[in-house]
């Protein structure tokens, strides 16, 4: 279950603080969507390469926002050479998201995709459409999509799960952003009747963010 909803509880914190400092949340020591690893196992020039990696995660507080982005531009020529691809487009996608790098980060999540669609991959690719500052019609489409992932998850989840309520949130949410103008009260609805107190105020500031956004 918590596999099943881990998206919709990050898109709320993404909402809320408005996607500008999606660069901050790529440098998570847990990876949130994880994926079967099918392909080479790591080397040990792979973990020679990681390790050099964490070693500039370490640094990033010890260091002024300068310096660390010009280490980490130096640095992603030498993740070409991760030759485990899962390993070397993870850590390629958060140094683009810590970068500002954008463009670069929808272009291997598209890719990404393409060769396995999943829930997180389609929030990802919602959430850099807005930062792009593509289409309106583009981005529709794109929530639209989103919110199948999140209902077709809430089908086979248990409703006695305490997540289950974000799941519920993240596809109301989803549907507004998609242009379903009637999910605005229906998210008024469902914020009213929470009474979790966590979860309520998580839930509004979402709610705010989102319709400030429209």
Same mark, same amino acid.
């Given at each position: 279950?918590?596999?099943?909803?881990?998206? &919709?509880?990050?898109?709320?914190?993404?909402?809320?603080?408005?996607? $500008? =400092?999606? /660069?901050?949340?790529?440098?998570?020591?847990?990876?949130?969507?994880?994926?079967?690893?099918?392909?080479?196992? @790591?080397? &040990?020039? #792979?973990?020679?390469?990681?390790?050099? *990696?964490?070693?500039?995660?370490?640094?990033?507080?010890?260091?002024?926002?300068?310096? %660390?982005?010009?280490?980490?531009? $130096?640095?992603?020529?030498?993740?070409?050479? @991760?030759?485990?691809?899962?390993?070397?487009?993870?850590?390629?996608?958060?140094?683009?998201?810590?970068?500002?790098?954008?463009?670069?980060?929808? #272009?291997?999540?598209?890719?990404?995709?393409?060769?396995?669609?999943?829930?997180?991959?389609?929030?990802? =690719?919602?959430?850099?459409?807005?930062?792009?500052?593509?289409? /309106?019609?583009? @981005?529709?489409?794109?929530?639209?999509?989103?919110?199948?992932?999140? /209902?077709?998850?809430?089908?086979?989840?248990?409703?006695?799960?305490?997540? *289950?309520? *974000?799941?519920?949130?993240?596809?109301?949410?989803?549907?507004?952003? &998609?242009?379903?103008?009637?999910?605005?009260?229906?998210?008024?609805?469902?914020?009213? $009747?929470?009474?979790?107190?966590?979860?309520?105020?998580?839930?509004? #500031? %979402?709610? #705010?963010?989102?319709?400030?956004? =429209?």
């Amino acid at each position: 279950m918590k596999n099943h909803f881990i998206l &919709a509880i990050i898109c709320i914190s993404f909402i809320g603080t408005s996607c $500008s =400092k999606v /660069q901050d949340v790529a440098f998570q020591k847990e990876n949130i969507a994880k994926e079967q690893n099918d392909a080479l196992k @790591i080397t &040990a020039e #792979d973990q020679e390469i990681k390790d050099k *990696y964490k070693e500039l995660i370490n640094q990033i507080g010890l260091n002024d926002r300068e310096v %660390s982005h010009s280490r980490f531009r $130096s640095f992603l020529s030498e993740t070409k050479h @991760i030759k485990n691809k899962y390993e070397r487009e993870k850590i390629q996608m958060n140094i683009y998201f810590y970068l500002g790098m954008h463009q670069e980060a929808y #272009d291997l999540n598209e890719k990404q995709l393409a060769e396995k669609p999943s829930l997180e991959k389609q929030f990802v =690719k919602c959430q850099l459409l807005e930062v792009l500052h593509r289409k /309106q019609d583009e @981005i529709r489409l794109c929530n639209e999509k989103l919110a199948q992932y999140i /209902q077709k998850n809430l089908n086979l989840a248990p409703k006695d799960d305490p997540q *289950y309520p *974000y799941g519920e949130w993240g596809y109301l949410l989803a549907m507004y952003k &998609a242009g379903y103008v009637e999910y605005k009260q229906k998210m008024e609805a469902f914020i009213a $009747s929470t009474t979790e107190e966590r979860m309520k105020r998580e839930f509004q #500031d %979402s709610y #705010d963010v989102a319709t400030e956004q =429209k």
